[in-house]
């Protein structure tokens, strides 16, 4: 059987269409064979099954599925969880319509004809199984196993789908590595530097705050659950702060709004503890008793003054002020460290900074206040290593490559790992992502995923942009047809999910599938028998304190379990190598930076062709969206996610009017979107968003936002760095 990209596409949205495809998509009239509620009021009866939404959110809600004749009908939050209520986000709402969408791959496929044409026919797993094994197999024979690169993030799965899965396949096959650190690791290196941990209080801690800030995070979009907590806190009089390069939701109902410039921060927060210091403001005590450095801070903050911070950041001298008075004023200040702020050349630099303005202004040690950031207690804290079977791997000198960097690492020509040359890649499984569209330099990735050299495996459970250059494609279930587990890191709960439904067609979950290829790679090891629930048992098995008393029996009954991660440095302890907070950082100076402030800008550090870009594109979250996903959904697809936002000052220079089509570009691609005029943004900032997929794109012209996002790394840690992008503007 042979279909063609266009007849597929088409047959998304008719159902007709889909009927013809012989099963390959199940269309409305298969779903409904399934047995679902035939009265729409009906749907919110029968079996209840608990799953936890697997989204890349802070929330991670536990929820509650409600099964008919073996079909779920509909989602709701399990309210007997406090954080997540009776109700998901937007996106949990649409889980039925997502999980039923008429686009899910339900059989495997094998490409005919040319990459990218978009040819293929039906294959049984047996074929595929085979197809793949032979190929693999045949690599490591002609090129070695480092030949082969796994591709995936943390797409619709937990524990076992994210980590577990995958990760135990490719480290028996001693793959190459894949380093994941696209989302936190700038500001986790930079605040570890300071304090000696990323993690930090439980958010719900807020409530004891007298002021919260919210610094480069966007709870509607990421956290949105957090919220009542926050105006819970609100309602006893708690002060809310926002800095944030765009006006968000919450910054417009903010008692104070600090619009900053992008990558500014380090200069924005040596302006606040320069003004601090200058009126007695700071907190000499905690100060004298917590930390080591203080008169490198002092020495420092002597090579900068007030009025360089307002030219470099943008930020008016009063709102400084304000913000320092409130910040000093308060007892308990609970900050919230967003990840985009990171997501900059010097992201590493300025978490660091952020972590040490905290300790000026002696805001750590109490209940309600302290630093956010990476708290992982709930999903780190789980022997993540036995899941991935990292034993299993028995090259120690596998090449390591940077997601980030993955158009790098596929070149044809010149493939780099880290700057430095490297093998050619000669084949690439990617699940739980989908590169061609969440990778930076999107044209360079899609390019180099066309070569007719790479043999490139994907397995997802619908059409994406990088589905489209497959050798092979494999139907993967989604998170409701399996059993898993998962922590959040917005909130400390360790959470269950439970298999919803059976498996639509002949998809398979991630574990299954990498375990059923294992076997066909002739691997005899016995953790490719373990199930699903022996992972989840092997995740608890650890000594970590935080999961003390946390069983495989126990989390199986109450589904959700809070752990308790009391007062972070009640003791006056940090886990630096000094004991104390340290202001002079060794590490810092080890990388070629000021060893206490860096005010290097990511200016600094681009190319001139990039630099002479006359905006700044930012490309954050939306409510709507979780990265590339929800695009399919029918729901969801009307909230528009191709805009691009500019103030009003650049609009009227440029001509540019509300709905306009507007051209976006630099030296790696264009990318054709919809202008919204707004103050959201100061001038000479635009704002877009992160990860849509091309296919969708309403501006017919196949482009996204990362086909000009910059894959340069971040200064620490090896970050992504999708903020320091410059771009021109221009009408369409």
Same mark, same amino acid.
């Given at each position: 059987m042979k279909m063609n990209r266009r007849t597929f596409l088409q047959g998304v949205g008719a159902s007709s269409v889909v009927g013809s495809l012989s099963g390959l998509m199940p269309g409305i009239a298969s779903a409904g064979e399934r047995g679902g509620a035939p009265d729409k009021l009906l749907k919110r009866e029968g079996e209840i099954i608990y799953h936890s939404c697997l989204r890349n959110c802070a929330d991670r809600c536990l929820l509650k599925c409600h099964v008919q004749n073996g079909r779920m009908t509909y989602v709701a939050g399990a309210e007997e969880q406090r954080k997540t209520g009776t109700a998901p986000c937007i996106k949990g709402h649409t889980y039925v319509q997502y999980t039923y969408a008429p686009d899910r791959i339900l059989h495997p496929m094998a490409r005919v004809g040319a990459k990218g044409e978009g040819k293929w026919r039906r294959i049984s797993w047996d074929e595929a199984y085979k197809t793949i094994s032979d190929r693999l197999k045949k690599i490591i024979a002609e090129d070695g196993s480092d030949a082969i690169l796994p591709y995936s993030y943390s797409g619709n799965y937990g524990t076992i789908g994210m980590y577990g899965a995958g990760e135990r396949f490719f480290n028996k096959l001693n793959s190459r590595i894949l380093d994941r650190n696209v989302c936190i690791h700038a500001g986790l290196h930079g605040v570890e530097s300071a304090i000696g941990t990323a993690m930090g209080p439980d958010p719900e801690q807020v409530i004891h705050a007298d002021c919260y800030i919210s610094y480069g995070w966007n709870e509607p979009a990421t956290n949105v659950h957090f919220i009542k907590y926050i105006n819970q806190a609100r309602d006893k009089g708690t002060k809310l702060v926002v800095v944030n390069p765009v006006r968000t939701a919450m910054a417009s109902q903010a008692d104070l709004f600090v619009q900053i410039k992008p990558g500014t921060d380090v200069h924005f927060c040596a302006g606040v503890m320069k003004y601090l210091i200058d009126n007695n403001l700071h907190d000499m005590e905690f100060i004298e008793k917590n930390v080591l450095g203080w008169e490198d801070l002092q020495e420092q903050l002597k090579e900068i003054t007030l009025d360089e911070v307002v030219r470099? =950041?943008? $930020?008016?001298?009063? *709102?400084?002020?304000?913000?320092?008075?409130?910040?000093?004023?308060?007892?308990?200040?609970?900050?919230? @460290?967003?990840?985009?702020?990171?997501? +900059?050349? +010097?992201?590493?630099r300025i978490c660091r900074a952020i972590a040490i303005m905290q300790a000026v202004a002696g805001q750590y040690g109490k209940l309600g206040n302290g630093l956010v950031y990476d708290n992982g207690q709930a999903l780190i804290g789980g022997n993540c290593s036995l899941v991935k079977g990292k034993h299993l791997r028995t090259d120690p000198n596998a090449t390591h490559v940077n997601i980030t960097e993955i158009a790098k690492a596929l070149d044809p020509v010149n493939p780099t790992a880290y700057g430095k040359p490297s093998n050619l890649v000669k084949a690439c499984i990617f699940y739980n992502g989908n590169p061609a569209a969440m990778a930076p330099d999107a044209d360079a990735v899609l390019r180099h995923l066309k070569r007719e050299d790479l043999f490139l495996v994907g397995f997802d459970f619908n059409m994406h942009d990088s589905m489209d250059v497959c050798d092979i494609i494999l139907p993967s279930s989604t998170q409701f047809e399996a059993d898993d587990v998962i922590g959040s890191y917005g909130f400390?709960?360790?959470?269950?999910? &439970?298999? $919803?439904?059976? *498996?639509?067609?002949?998809?398979? !979950? +991630?574990? *299954?599938f990498f375990r059923e290829l294992a076997k066909h790679m002739g691997f005899t090891d016995p953790e490719f028998d373990d199930t699903n629930h022996d992972m989840i048992r092997q995740f608890l098995q650890t000594d970590d304190p935080f999961f003390e008393g946390i =069983?495989?029996?126990? @989390?199986?009954? &109450?589904?959700?379990?809070?752990?308790?991660?009391?007062?972070?440095? !009640?003791?006056?302890?940090?886990? *630096?190598?000094?004991?104390?907070?340290?202001?002079?950082?060794e590490m810092l100076k080890e990388e070629g930076y000021h060893p206490v402030l860096d005010f290097g800008l990511p200016e600094d550090e681009m190319i001139a062709s990039e630099k002479a870009l006359p905006f700044r594109m930012v490309s954050p979250a939306i409510a709507h969206r979780m990265n590339c996903e929800f695009y399919n959904v029918e729901y969801v697809r009307n909230y528009p996610a191709y805009m691009v936002t500019i103030n009003p000052e650049d609009a009227a220079k440029l001509n540019i009017k509300n709905g306009d089509k507007v051209r976006l570009s630099n030296f790696r691609g264009e990318a054709f979107l919809t202008a919204s005029v707004s103050t959201q943004v100061n001038p000479g900032i635009v704002m877009t968003v992160k990860n849509n997929l091309r296919r969708f794109n309403p501006n017919g012209s196949n482009t996204c936002t990362n086909i000009l996002t910059t894959d340069t790394l971040t200064d620490l840690g090896g970050c992504s760095a999708y903020h320091s992008t410059n771009v021109a503007l221009e009408k369409a």
């Open positions: 470099v =950041t943008g $930020v008016p001298l009063d *709102t400084l002020k304000k913000f320092a008075h409130m910040y000093a004023d308060s007892k308990r200040v609970m900050m919230r @460290l967003g990840h985009g702020l990171q997501r +900059n050349i +010097n992201g590493g400390q709960y360790v959470q269950v999910c &439970e298999k $919803v439904i059976d *498996t639509l067609g002949e998809s398979k !979950d +991630n574990w *299954t =069983t495989y029996e126990r @989390l199986m009954k &109450e589904k959700s379990i809070k752990i308790d991660v009391g007062i972070y440095f !009640d003791d006056g302890k940090y886990p *630096t190598a000094s004991g104390k907070i340290e202001f002079h950082s």
